[in-house]
């Protein structure tokens, strides 16, 4: 079965930096897209930002110069660092990839279990 599992989430301090991980596992055979979504409490989930198998990615205008959204296709990765953190970005963040699964034919998203990231003085 194919998995995604986050880590690198925390209580950090306003301006204070934390990086997210997610690896994926399982029969993956090819790997497409991959971002990362949040989920405050009150609202809905939305995007935060997303990469490309080439390695083009796009942010959502709320963290834009301050996140960066990167991956390692070989080890099958993709990461958020995150800088200048604001309260407002306190929400549980989650991965998301569109894969296609070995003799799968089609892609899939997928989603991790979502880390917790507080942002707090």
């Known amino acids: 079965q194919v998995q995604l599992v986050e880590s690198g989430g925390g209580l950090v301090q306003p301006g204070g930096s934390l990086r997210l991980s997610c690896a994926a596992s399982?029969?993956?055979?090819?790997?497409?897209?991959m971002g990362w979504y949040r989920q405050a409490p009150g609202k809905e989930r939305e995007l935060v930002a997303d990469i490309t198998s080439g390695g083009s990615s796009n942010y959502a205008d709320s963290v834009k110069g301050r996140f960066t959204i990167s991956r390692d296709n070989t080890k099958k990765m993709v990461y958020l660092q995150m800088n200048s953190l604001k309260p407002e970005d306190t929400a549980v963040y989650y991965c998301n990839a569109d894969i296609m699964a070995y003799y799968g034919g089609r892609y899939t998203f997928y989603w991790g279990q979502g880390t917790q990231v507080t942002v707090s003085s």
């Open positions: 399982g029969r993956i055979f090819s790997l497409n897209i």
